[in-house]
């Protein structure tokens, strides 16, 4: 349990406006966040507990695809970009000097590390296929980062690399990972407004890529979604001198999203791993080409799209399995003990509670307090309650308070 009063950050009485998006201005009202520079933020207690609930949710369906997780550096030699000619062709790619001359990267993203590091273990068809996966920070020179933690210049990232002998098993894996992505996106409460979504290759392929974009009154991209078939494509790749027309069933009926994107699927397809001469050798004895894919998930970007999309006029609002807290307990008066001892009950039924005990805090601000963190049930332990044998019991998204046996 969390007790308020052993708890040194406050809420600001307030919403700071620093970005386009609301959200932000609440994450740094209800202290889960503070801003150390221009598009880079400390994450504080709160904030972290619901990035690794989200990260955990993320592992565990990325661990159901029998995909290992590594972690890898953030920090790689400029030699591995050029053999991928990308040392200078990638304009968020932060370039940095170091001793006796040298130039490394930090990593927005690691094809051009995880391919090497891999073709060490594969020599034949029997060492495939397989994925790897990792959750790190990546960094991206945005010469306009914007919309506070939307485009950031650091930020927490899911990338998983799959290895296979051909193309026909490359899409099969990558049909396991629809599922997989389907249910992080539904266990997050955003599949319901989340489009798989044609997009361009950016850096990475000629090839049309694969977005995962959810609606979202201030997002940044333009999505174009089939009325007949619910096929959606960004507004990069849609022809728009010659209007809409579906790339699946040609109907011209669409309607047009603002969303943001949450996740994304790259069809390397040969290109980096000829690159780094990665081949195996197939049952007939042949030397063949290895086929990959990149997977990613914008965990913190997920996060504050999530922030975004359930906030109301009172705060934020968390799903339950994501919240920092599932209770929230406010005390009245001299009844620490007994929130206490109510704590340990929730804590016991696997439960997650936060203590208002604010000495010179009165009830109104507590409650305010306890919407603003967007905390699933809220508690009030007073006097009365006491008197009765009862507590006050209400959910952040109803009106209703139930009365519940102590």
């Known amino acids: 349990m969390l007790q308020l009063s052993k708890f040194p950050v406050k809420t600001l009485k307030s919403a700071p406006k620093v970005s386009d998006n609301r959200s932000t201005s609440l994450l740094l009202q209800a202290w889960f966040i503070r801003q150390e520079m221009a598009w880079v933020y400390n994450y504080l207690p709160l904030w972290l507990k619901v990035l690794r609930k989200i990260e955990n949710i993320v592992r565990q369906e990325m661990n159901s ?10 920090l790689w030699s400029k030699e591995h970009w050029e053999t991928t000619k990308r040392w200078d062709s990638i304009d968020v790619l932060f370039h940095l000097p170091a001793s006796d001359n040298k130039e490394y990267a930090l990593n ?10 891999m073709s060490e273990f594969v020599q034949s068809y029997k060492d495939l296929e397989f994925g790897v996966y990792q959750i790190q920070n990546k960094f991206r020179n945005e010469k306009r980062a914007k919309s506070g933690l939307l485009r950031g210049r650091e930020f927490l990232m899911k990338d998983l690399y799959s290895f296979h002998k051909s193309e026909e098993t490359l899409l099969s894996y990558y049909e396991d990972v629809k599922v997989a992505y389907k249910k992080v996106f539904d266990r997050l409460g955003l599949w319901s407004d989340t489009y798989e979504t044609l997009a361009s290759g950016w850096d990475f392929t000629t090839l049309n890529s694969h977005e995962y974009q959810t609606i979202l009154s201030i997002g940044e991209d333009e999505i174009y979604i089939c009325n007949d078939c619910k096929t959606a494509h960004n507004k990069e790749i849609v022809d728009l001198v010659n209007w809409f027309s579906c790339s699946k069933c040609n109907s011209k009926n669409h309607s047009v999203e603002k969303a943001c994107e949450v996740g994304n699927i790259f069809p390397l397809m040969t290109r980096f791993t000829e690159a780094f001469d990665m081949k195996y050798t197939d049952s007939d004895w042949k030397t063949k080409e290895v086929y990959m894919w990149c997977y990613g998930i914008g965990i913190s970007r997920v996060m504050w799209v999530i922030a975004e999309y359930f906030m109301d006029d009172k705060g934020l609002v968390w799903p339950e399995n994501i919240a920092p807290a599932t209770h929230y307990i406010i005390v009245m008066w001299d009844n620490l003990d007994k929130a206490k001892d109510l704590a340990k009950k929730l804590e016991s039924e696997w439960k997650e509670v936060i203590i208002d005990d604010r000495e010179k805090v009165w009830f109104g601000q507590k409650a305010s307090d306890a919407d603003l963190l967007g905390i699933p049930y809220r508690i009030v332990i007073s006097d009365k309650t006491l008197e009765t044998g009862w507590y006050e019991l209400k959910s952040r998204n109803s009106e209703e308070t139930q009365i519940i046996p102590l």
């Not at 927005?108 to 590091?117: I, R, S």
Request: no cysteine.
């Open 108 to 117: 927005p993203t690691h094809e051009d590390l995880v391919t090497p590091l």
């Open 65 to 74: 695809l029998w995909a290992q997780e590594i972690l890898m550096p953030a």
